[in-house]
């Protein structure tokens, strides 16, 4: 495995609901990403996050909330969804948040909004 | 503005065949490339980057890829295809005047029969 977990793995939630994607990675990196992947498109970066600082927020409608309370954890807080946020949602890591590191991607969370 | 174009969204190949799999870019200034490659229902696993240097790649599970400067191209290669092989394979480029962004090709999914 990567060494990037995620839970859950799968996540059903209606409209009005509040949940939580949980990352943790386990190799010591400094930067944590999270992207959406939606069948059809690109995987979209959302958030990034370097030694625990927010730096770089793509976009990404006020319902999606992240939360990054040390370097090896990485929160999605979820309120309030549309169906068309239904995708597979992928954590992921990397030694540093320079353009020449690969980063290292976790199993991801398949979330329904229903 | 940066960009990555994998043109064809499938690719068949018999076991013990070579196979390509195809990548273009468009960057302002030098490309850090990469592979990465998903399972169903994984996230994306790293295979290979070019950074600098030779311009042939060599990576995980005996893939190579060759940076072609001229032609604006990394073509990811293994000269002999297993059945396991087949996935999803996304080419992703930054450079850095790109921000934190690791922009994706759509992806070409290789099925390698048996």
């Known amino acids: 495995e990567t060494g990037v977990t995620q839970t859950p793995r799968h996540l059903v939630m209606g409209m009005t609901n509040k949940k939580s994607l949980k990352c943790e990675q386990h190799l010591g990196h400094n930067a944590m990403y999270w992207y959406k992947q939606s069948a059809k498109k690109p995987l979209e970066l959302m958030f990034v996050?370097?030694?625990?600082?927010?730096?770089e927020n793509n976009s990404v409608p006020s319902r999606f909330s992240p939360e990054c309370p040390n370097s090896s954890h990485l929160f999605l807080h979820l309120h309030t969804l549309q169906p068309e946020d239904s995708a597979l949602y992928l954590c992921?890591?990397?030694?540093?948040?320079?353009?020449?590191?690969?980063?290292?991607f976790g199993p991801g969370t398949r979330l329904t909004v229903t | 503005a940066q960009s990555v174009a994998q043109p064809e969204d499938q690719v068949n190949v018999a076991e013990g065949n070579p196979l390509t799999v195809k990548c273009t870019y468009s960057?302002?200034?030098?490309?850090?490339l990469f592979w990465y490659v998903q399972y169903p229902n994984r996230g994306l696993q790293f295979l290979l980057k070019?950074?600098?240097?030779?311009?042939l790649v060599k990576g995980s599970y005996g893939f190579e890829a060759e940076f072609n400067k001229s032609q604006t191209s990394f073509h990811l290669k293994k000269p002999s295809a297993l059945v396991s092989d087949s996935a999803l394979y996304f080419c992703?480029?930054?450079?850095?005047?790109?921000?934190?962004?690791?922009?994706f090709g759509k992806g070409t999914s290789l099925l390698v029969t048996p």
């Open positions: 992703a480029v930054r450079d850095r005047d790109s921000g934190y962004a690791l922009n």
């Open positions: 992921a890591s990397s030694k540093e948040p320079g353009p020449t590191y690969e980063q290292y």
């Open positions: 070019y950074i600098t240097g030779d311009n």
């Open positions: 960057v302002s200034g030098n490309p850090y």
């Open positions: 996050y370097s030694l625990e600082e927010r730096v």
